[in-house]
């Protein structure tokens, strides 16, 4: 089983990317799902408040792979054997992940400036999304504190979303279309230790 995951700071572009890869035909599961639905559950108003209070106290009651642990349950049902995931958040997530598919698995991590992720978030209306600047960099700072700093180094590749979006869904469909292949997979992530010391190579 083959699993691609989308790593990145709020608004980076993972969700876009998700998209096409749905376009591509390739199923996808969004952990952001799992901690909406658990907003719900709780009854209460989806905005950024109340997604981050949830997504916080799932993590301290559950681990912090807890979102994680609950995708890989969708993952399995879905019967496929090529997923992409939207949106790990922690480097707990990852070794989850890891441990579940071994080397079957691959962290992609998407790069936007924060000016750009603010212009985006204003344009897409979210209910949980960020009315300010600030409240994007206090966002930030509450992912990068469940690990999302060390997540994003850990990516296998990383593409950057600074440009148009043609240019952005040119990348993405490259990168799917690559690391569809489990052989691809494998030779294209050890060229990409090799030629870079960090573990990532840009597009």
């Known amino acids: 089983m083959k699993i691609i995951a989308f790593v990145g700071m709020p608004a980076s572009g993972k969700s876009e990317a998700a998209r096409i890869?749905?376009?591509m035909s390739i199923p996808v599961v969004n952990m952001g799902d799992v901690i909406r639905e658990e907003v719900l559950k709780r009854e209460l108003e989806p905005n950024d408040s109340n997604t981050g209070m949830v997504a916080a106290d799932l993590r301290k009651c559950e681990g912090m792979d807890v979102v994680a642990r609950r995708c890989v349950f969708h993952i399995r049902k879905m019967n496929s054997e090529f997923v992409v995931v939207d949106g790990v958040r922690g480097i707990a997530e990852v070794e989850c992940f890891k441990r579940e598919f071994g080397i079957g698995f691959v962290l992609i991590s998407i790069y936007a400036p924060i000016k750009i992720r603010f212009s985006r978030v204003q344009k897409r209306g979210r209910s949980d999304d960020m009315n300010s600047i600030e409240e994007l960099r206090h966002r930030d700072e509450r992912e990068l504190g469940w690990g999302m700093g060390e997540a994003i180094?850990?990516?296998?590749?990383?593409i950057e979303n600074s440009f148009t979006l043609d240019v952005f869904k040119k990348n993405v469909v490259e990168v799917l279309s690559n690391?569809?292949?489990?052989?691809?997979?494998?030779?294209?992530?050890?060229?990409?230790?090799?030629?870079?010391?960090?573990?990532?190579?840009?597009?």
């Open 153 to 158: 180094e850990a990516s296998n590749i990383e």
């Open 179 to 203: 690391y569809s292949d489990l052989d691809s997979l494998h030779s294209s992530k050890g060229q990409i230790c090799k030629n870079n010391s960090s573990g990532q190579d840009s597009i």
């Open 21 to 23: 890869a749905t376009h």
